[in-house]
Antibody, heavy 120, light 110 residues
Framework: QVQLQESGPGLVKPSQTLSLTCTVS??????????WSWIRQHPGKGLEWIGY???????YYNPSLKSRLTISIDTSKNQFSLKLSSVTAADTAVYYC????????????WGQGILVTVSS | QSVLTQPPSMSAAPGQKVTISCSGS????????VSWYQQLPGTAPKLLIY???KRPSGIPDRFSGSKSGTSVTLGITGLQTGDEADYYC???????????FGGGTKLTVL
C-alpha cells in the first residue's frame, strides 16, 4: 500500500512562496499510470484540488491557481513537490499529497496533511 | 459555492440506513466517474467508493454507491457511531477542466 508524508514549513509570510514536499513509500513514484496530486482544505471548509503530476513529469493545474503554481517530481528520491508563489492569508489551509492509481480525479491514498498558515 | 451539491448535514440512529445525495450536471457527474470520501474528525479523507459504485479493498459492504443521470448517492446501512464523519463526492468537470468536489455532508449518528 502506498503511503505519503507531507513535509515543509508550517508558517509562511505573505507574498512569499509556499514549498511542500511529499515523500512516497510502499511504491515507486515512477510507476506508469499513476497520478500524484495536491489537494487542500481551508479551515472548516471543503476540499480544493490543486493539481497533479504524472511520473513522466507532465502536469495539470487548477485553472484558478495555475499562474502561481509549480508541481515537480524527483524520481531519485521518490518525492514530489508543490510550490505556490505570492501567498496570501487565503492560502492558509491543510495541504494533502494524494495518490491516484490510473486516474487523475480519483484519489486512492492520502497523506496525513500539513497545516500551512500564511501570516506575518 | 461548490459545483456539486450535497446536503450540509444529515442524522440517523445507530443501526439505521442513510443515503447522501450529490447532484451535478452533464459536464461533471453526467459524463464522468464519481468517487466518495469519508473524513473522520481530525483525519485525512479516505476513499470509500470509486467509479460510482466500486468499493476499495477493506471498505465494508455497508457502504454502497449508485448513479442516475447527473446525481449520485452514497448509501450506508447498519449505521455505527464510528461512521460519524464528513462525506464528500468528487469528479472531473469537463467544462471547467478541473476536479470538483461537493461541499461535504456532516453525518451525525445519534
Amino acid at each position: 500500500q502506498v503511503q505519503l508524508q507531507e513535509s515543509g514549513p508550517g508558517l509562511v509570510k505573505p507574498s512569499q512562496t509556499l514549498s511542500l514536499t511529499c515523500t512516497v513509500s510502499g511504491g515507486s513514484i515512477s510507476s506508469g499510470g499513476d497520478y500524484w496530486s495536491w489537494i487542500r482544505q481551508h479551515p472548516g471548509k471543503g476540499l480544493e484540488w490543486i493539481g497533479y503530476i504524472y511520473y513522466s513529469g507532465s502536469t495539470y493545474y487548477n485553472p484558478s491557481l495555475k499562474s502561481r503554481l509549480t508541481i515537480s517530481i524527483d524520481t531519485s528520491k521518490n518525492q514530489f513537490s508543490l510550490k505556490l508563489s505570492s501567498v496570501t492569508a487565503a492560502d492558509t489551509a491543510v495541504y494533502y499529497c494524494v495518490y491516484g492509481s490510473g486516474s487523475y480525479y480519483n484519489f486512492d491514498y492520502w497523506g496525513q496533511g500539513i497545516l500551512v498558515t500564511v501570516s506575518s | 459555492q461548490s459545483v456539486l451539491t450535497q446536503p450540509p448535514s444529515m442524522s440517523a440512529a445507530p443501526g439505521q440506513k442513510v443515503t447522501i445525495s450529490c447532484s451535478g450536471s452533464s459536464s461533471n457527474i453526467g459524463n464522468n466517474y464519481v468517487s466518495w470520501y469519508q473524513q473522520l474528525p481530525g483525519t485525512a479523507p479516505k476513499l470509500l467508493i470509486y467509479e460510482n459504485n466500486k468499493r476499495p479493498s477493506g471498505i465494508p459492504d455497508r457502504f454502497s454507491g449508485s448513479k442516475s443521470g447527473t446525481s449520485v448517492t452514497l448509501g450506508i446501512t447498519g449505521l455505527q457511531t464510528g461512521d460519524e464523519a464528513d462525506y464528500y463526492c468528487g469528479t472531473w468537470d469537463s467544462s471547467l477542466t478541473d476536479v470538483v468536489f461537493g461541499g461535504g455532508t456532516k453525518l451525525t449518528v445519534l
